[in-house]
């Protein structure tokens, strides 16, 4: 059984960081893609980024120049720096694992908010 744990959420000003980290415990294909999503409350879940195991990296529009995606293949984690945070980015985060036609693993999510 394969769990996505998620770390790193938290209560962060305008302006500010934060760092989130998503780890694959169980046998998984590294060959995969691994991303971050979110909803906002009273919205739809949305894509925020992903990284193919071959280096391709998508980023919401939203996101892009603020938010990093990288990740660790050989050790299926995946990270997401966010920088000048907005508090519209305020959501709860959920890490993914995909695979096409093999899986689509979820994390239980993480809280982020940006008040001040």
């Known amino acids: 059984q394969v769990q996505l744990v998620e770390s790193g959420g938290g209560l962060v000003q305008p302006g500010g960081s934060l760092r989130l980290s998503c780890a694959a415990s169980?046998?998984?294909?590294?060959?995969?893609?691994m991303g971050w999503y979110r909803r906002a409350p009273g919205k739809e879940r949305e894509l925020v980024a992903t990284a193919t195991s071959g280096g391709t990296i998508n980023y919401a529009d939203s996101v892009k120049g603020r938010f990093t995606i990288s990740r660790d293949t050989g050790k299926s984690t995946v990270y997401l720096q966010m920088d000048s945070l907005k508090p519209e980015d305020t959501a709860v985060y959920y890490c993914n694992a995909f695979k096409r036609y093999i899986y689509n693993y979820w994390g239980q999510g993480t809280q982020v908010i940006v008040s001040s």
């Open positions: 169980g046998s998984i294909n590294s060959v995969n893609t």
